[in-house]
């Protein structure tokens, strides 16, 4: 069962986060599918909810912040949410590999990656642990690095994008199957960046991977994911097959995020910033829809009722503007019409 | 505005027991950006573009060559007497969190530089407060709630925003921004450009954009230059549009290449350059600095080094022995 | 529309004055300690300044109740002579407390001018004030104080501050030096530079307000070190009785009195010891809030 890509189902999802003003959901009623075997893409801004979300799957949000509803199940794992302790740790690593936000920065500076390598090993009960090294090494030569020497480096001797190529190594040699990718790209150079994505296409492809990628740039998700799910407000607001997304997008936000990306080609000035700025935890509208304040197509309704993820096929989005029409029996609930 | 000949800087290093490693940040640069115009450097992190913006601030120093602000060159003057040509050149850096002092207010931010303008053109009080109610409304933000704000009850827009409001107190002819949205949250950006686009528009500043994202330095100014450094020297210069449409310099298509396309929106363009290997600052300087990399690459490449110069018939320059048209950009579905 | 919203803007600077004081009182409340710990200052403070004014100069004794031990009339019994000796830790404190601040004054000015002109400068200028800090560093304190006494009386408190801020103000300064090298990089100074502002400006408005909880809390530190080292100087029996000093009962508690075998002393040992503790016990509960004070977030929160 560890040796194919597991799927994953996050249901009715919510995660709160303690403060003086109470508990505040920083993920409020996340559904999400991951097939076995495919990319997927969440994009939101900061505060949007998604690197809460990707720590869930993981059942390492950290206090102040807690699972206050839903399931996480992972194939070969169960329940996620249900995990403590020891049995959690085996998971992360074996089952999980996660590559964090600063993979640039997550290494530790006093110890070359080897050791560190070495060390996680042992955390995990390796007995091989020259099979461990001769695991690394041909992962990091597969990355077009020199594993040898990657291996014998401290963190400083190596650039961004070798770090990065470090991380997805350690979140993939314990013949982890589910990764999670945390703004994998960010602070990195547009050739590098390219060159990351490539791998971790590449990577996922050859090892059978399941894979989730979050960033806040829509185009490393047009680059390398299968489907795509835009978060705003802690709220998973459309989802569906990346190229139909990003061809046709329906939510308003979709739609406003990708008009705000100035283009190489074409008329520049048809790029459009989106009034208004994200909401933070504390701003976050408690009922009505999570995005009305920045929305062109504001209904009365959207001020009280909290728009419910509406299925069309492969696509799913939360919007009354976009439900409404189409709102008739027959069109809805059909997964793969 | 500004015009620099062969502008030199190297780092030293020290660190290695014996004898200190030497970086060559810029190898002779050539640039020019005219009054109210605009001008991007792009590149790779350490390729010298934010070196280049830096010394064209004031705020780094440099080894060789000329500098001329307004047409007065700076070698001529003393570091005091150089001051005042350099404060028309405004940096907006990259991170607003660190560019705003945590412990004062917007209103103490703007009032100090005020202050100075106001002792120096025996203004009033008055005056200053004016002026900072001024600016702010010039950068889309409401004095009268923002004033009495300190950074952290701000959100990332709003402080490069302040910070903006800022370099204008001292009415500067021309604004540096480092990489001045990579910090911002991505539906704020466009904003922020607009506003960048919207300044030089209304109040004729000049804009040097410094960036790795070549679709923002389009929005800023598709009339501006281009300018493509690599490892310290332009290998590609030209106006913005030109150079998008028709790269010739390898360097400057991989560049192009990979930018991410928005597969359902756009195609890739048909001929993508990969470079062979990543950079790595340590390689020969000998021949062409891009040689190792590039897939073009012959002997001669190895040997001598390309300089800028203008192909008959192409607008722009290039440092390449081997130009050469290639569809590299990614175009709207509904163009092909 | 400028027209409405100057008179606003005028008086923000006197507004942020005032509301920076009500942070400090929200500070201060938020935590029944730091309020606690504020008051065992005022009321040392209060001890220093008006307590030997309502005492005699010179103590009455009373030889019949020599080194009693506490009873209502005398909470902490009497000393040898048979003075109060509640009495003698209330004279005693001023000179203790002014030791104290002047010590503090002196480490903290000496100390944060050094740094900041250090790590400003940088440079020459940097190497040589940073070799001397190293070099006073290095001068073992106690000795060298153990000597002094010798040849100087110490009198005054004034002059006992004098020295002990001069011994101490090494550490202040090489921390200070670090911050500053550190502040110097962020993007507010530099941006300060670029606008033309001067160097004052720069020192005594960007930087030093940034380290203002940093500067505060070694203050306060200072201020406990101060007392330890005095008390301890006139414990050890290196300097004159002269003075009324807490340092001076413990002396004559342990080695007069015999504190550690008569019980009858133990008020006149535990006394100044007390005093010492809940002066300690004061500094450590306000240090606490110095962070969210002189941070305008968490000051705001």
Known sequence: ?337 | MITGTGVVKTFKQRGKLLGAREVRALRGVDFSIPKGGAASFIGESGCGKTTLGRIIAGLESYDEGEIAIGGEPMSALTTKQRQPHFRKIQMIHQDPYSALNPTRTVHQTLHAPLALRAKQTGRSRQWMEERAAEVLTLVGLDPGTVLARYPHQLSGGMRQRVVIARALTVDPEMLVADEAVSMIDVSLRLGILALLKDLRERLGVSVLFITHDVATARYIGADGELYVIYRGQVVERGPVDTIIADPVHPYTQSLLSAIPVLHGLERPGEQPVVPLESLDESQSDEGCLFARRCPFRDERCASERPLLQITTGAPQEHACFHPARRDVIARPMSEV | MSATLVPEAASASSTMRRNFWRGVWRVMRRKPSRMAGVLILIGFVLMAVVGPMLLPEHLPGDTNAITQPPSWEHWFGTDPQGRDVLSLVISGSRYVLLTAAVTALITVVVGTGIGLFSGFKRGRWDTVLMRVTDMKLTIPGLPLLLVLATVWQFGSPLQMGLVLGLLGWGGVARAVRSQTLSLRERGFIEAARGLGLSTTHIIGRELLPSMAPYIAMNMLISVTGAVYAQVGLFFLGVLPYESDNWGVMLNLAVFQAGAMITPSALGYLLAPLLAILLLTLGIVLVVDAMDEIFNPRLREE
Do not use: W
């Not at chain 1, 919510?14 to 495919?38: I, N």
């Not at chain 1, 042992?122 to 090494?137: C, I, Q, Y």
């Not at chain 1, 509406?310 to 696509?315: E, L, M, N, S, V």
């Not at chain 1, 189409?326 to 019409?337: C, I, N, S």
């Open chain 1, 1 to 337: 069962m560890a040796n194919q890509a597991p799927g994953v189902r996050i249901d009715g999802l919510t995660v709160v986060y303690k403060t003086p003003a109470g508990e505040l959901p920083a993920v409020r009623g996340v559904s999400l599918r991951l097939e076995p075997g495919s990319i997927t893409g969440i994009v939101g801004e900061s505060g949007s909810g998604k690197s809460t979300l990707a720590l869930s799957l993981l059942n390492a949000v950290q206090p102040p912040g807690r699972i206050a509803a839903g399931s996480v199940e992972i194939d070969g794992l169960g329940d996620v949410t249900g995990l403590r302790g020891e049995q959690l740790r085996k998971a992360r690593g074996k089952h999980i590999g996660y590559v964090f936000q600063a993979a640039q920065n997550s290494l530790n500076p006093l110890k070359t990656v080897g050791k560190q390598l070495l060390d996680l090993g042992r955390s995990h009960g390796v007995d091989d642990l020259r099979g461990l090294v001769r695991e690394a090494r041909e992962l990091l030569g597969r990355m077009g690095l020199d594993g040898a020497r990657v291996l014998d480096s401290h963190q400083h001797e190596l650039s961004g994008g070798m770090r990065q190529r470090v991380g997805i190594m350690l979140a993939l040699v314990l013949n982890a199957h589910l990764v999670v990718l945390d703004e994998p790209t960010t602070a990195l150079d547009m050739i590098t960046q390219a060159n990351i994505l490539k791998i971790v296409r590449e990577v996922h492809a050859e090892r059978g991977l399941t894979t989730l990628v979050i960033t806040h740039d829509i185009g490393v998700v047009a680059e390398v994911a299968d489907r795509l799910a835009v978060m705003y407000g802690g709220r998973l607001v459309e989802q569906g097959p990346t190229r139909e997304v990003l061809g046709a997008p329906r939510h308003p936000y979709t739609q406003g995020l990708i008009k705000a990306i100035p283009r190489l080609v074409g008329d520049i000035d048809e790029a459009r910033a989106l009034p208004g700025r994200p909401p933070a935890l504390a701003t976050v509208p408690k009922e009505g829809c999570v995005f009305r304040e920045r929305c062109p197509s504001r209904m009365d309704v959207c001020d009280t009722v909290d728009p419910e993820p509406t299925a069309d096929g492969p696509r799913i989005v939360a919007c009354h503007a976009v439900t409404a029409p189409v709102a008739e029996p027959g069109t809805l609930d059909k997964e793969h019409a």
